[in-house]
């Protein structure tokens, strides 16, 4: 499943992200947009996860993921 993410700027100032792993994430961030953008001086980058990284141990118990690091690219 695709990982949807939107970034919220106003008027060039980062205010923070929202993230939605739902099956009807893109509709979700395509919620969140539409209501920051009622009001004028917002900016949003949309952005999507198809993969990731992890970072592994392996050791006589088996094999651990101890971090995993989502890569996110632009929805063109």
Do not use: C, T
Request: aromatic share 10%; charged share 30%; no cysteine.
């Amino acid at each position: 499943m695709k990982i949807y993410r939107i970034v919220v700027r106003q008027d060039g100032r980062l205010l923070g992200h929202f993230e939605s792993e739902v099956p009807w994430a893109l509709e979700a961030i395509s919620i969140v947009e539409a209501e920051f953008a009622k009001n004028p001086g917002f900016q949003f980058e949309r952005l999507v996860a198809e993969e990731e990284r992890r970072l592994i141990q392996a050791g006589p118990e088996g094999v651990r993921v101890l971090n995993r690091e989502l890569v996110f690219k632009p929805i063109p």
